[in-house]
């Protein structure tokens, strides 16, 4: 069912989470943030800043689960400077203004060590300045449009040369259909708005027609789509159409139903999407979905001993937790990198041999791991990831078939020179 998934994701918010009252006032030194623990302890506190409730739990819940679940392993080896990690879980509800005061909450009142959190870009932008004044340091693990690069925010998920263009490049080459026509669609927020700046910039450099490329949005949680679809339609009856996605949220049920109950498939009109991964397909019937697309860096179907061992652990620790879904659960590339962060961080800090932000960033700066997706690594200049960047395409399973990947990592470029001439990583 459509919405199976959805409802047991606010159920389960219901139930297992309250949010917590905000608190505290902002420390301009960053003192309150700096130490994370008691040194006299023998724990050390991370913050989980992910949606529990709201539209986006239907994301976000399993990046805390992945999260809490890398703190398990990580305790069960010995946890981290000989202190075992203390999750303080907080959820910010899907609210952008209420992220940043659980932000200044866990940095502030739980003098937390780090924070794995958020999702949208306009929760990244909202908690930020909360990060930089206050000296904290901020895991981010989803996808985002690049033009921006902080010192206080490790971003593991891909920026525009890591997503967006090899998605781009793909649907305009003989291997990936030859497409000349792209409808821009996504939510109403800061990551589609200047993911589909940069798209546009690229195909028209490329050669693509302004009257080729339409860009449209919708609100969050936005659930009618028979009108846009209806547009879509006739703008895919010239052949060589394609739908670039940005939609976030549960609005991705509604919109994939109603683009096959218009009769649209993958052959008529694929959908390149930017934010619907296996984790969201769960939600899904998938009959109608198979052979549309995905560009990230992980899927659940990677042939890599790390990764198989990650989906069957997975699997087995959601079961084990009693966690919605049970070993029925799937992984995806938010997920990948959630789970990944901690061990970034904790590899870090050993690294390090400290908590401290300063310290544990400069630690960061050309890390190895071998994470699920395979070995990747920290760059040496700015708080990102370098990857491999791969396309899939949605089988009947709700998996997805890699059809196309890079050779060898991409190095991060969160500055796209089309849009933003001026700045360099």
Known sequence: MFFKRLSFCLAASALLFTACNSGGTNSKDGAAAAAGSDSSGNTVKIGVLHSLSGTMAISEVSLKDAVQMAVDEINA?????????????????????????????????????????????????????????????????????????????????????????????????????????????????????????????????????????????????????????????????????????????????????????????????????????????????????????AAWNYYQSIDLPENKKFVADFKAYCEKKGLPGGAKRVSDDPICWAYTDVYLWAKAAEKAGSFEVPKVVAALHGLSFDSPAGMVKMDDKVNHLAKTAMIGEIKPDGQFNVIWKSKGLVDPEPFFALTDPTKKK
Request: glycine content about 8%; some cysteine; aromatic content about 12%.
């Open 77 to 293: 080896s010995g946890g981290v400077l000989g202190k075992k990690i203390e999750p303080v879980i907080v959820d910010p509800a899907s609210n952008w203004d209420l992220f940043a005061e659980k932000s200044k909450e866990l940095l502030i009142d739980k003098k937390v060590a780090a924070v794995f959190g958020c999702w949208t870009s306009v929760s990244r932008k909202s908690v930020l300045p909360v990060f930089e004044q206050n000296n904290g340091l901020l895991f981010y693990p989803v996808q985002y449009e690049g033009e921006e690069s902080s010192k206080n925010i490790v971003y593991s998920g891909a920026v525009p040369n890591q997503q967006l263009i090899p998605a781009a490049d793909y649907l305009m080459s003989a291997e990936g259909g030859g497409y000349k026509r792209f409808y821009l669609l996504g939510t109403d927020y800061v990551f589609p708005r200047t993911a589909n700046k940069i798209l546009k910039a690229y195909l028209l450099s490329k050669g693509i027609p302004a009257e080729n490329i339409i860009e449209e949005y919708t609100p969050f949680h936005h659930q009618d789509y028979q009108t846009i679809v209806s547009k879509i339609k006739k703008f895919a009856v010239g052949g060589k159409a394609c739908v670039l996605s940005t939609i976030n949220g549960d609005s991705n049920i509604p919109f994939y139903k109603e683009f096959a109950n218009q009769g649209l498939t993958a052959v008529t009109c694929p959908i390149m999407a930017f934010s619907v991964a296996e984790d969201e397909l769960r939600a899904m019937d998938t009959e109608f979905l198979v052979g549309h697309l």
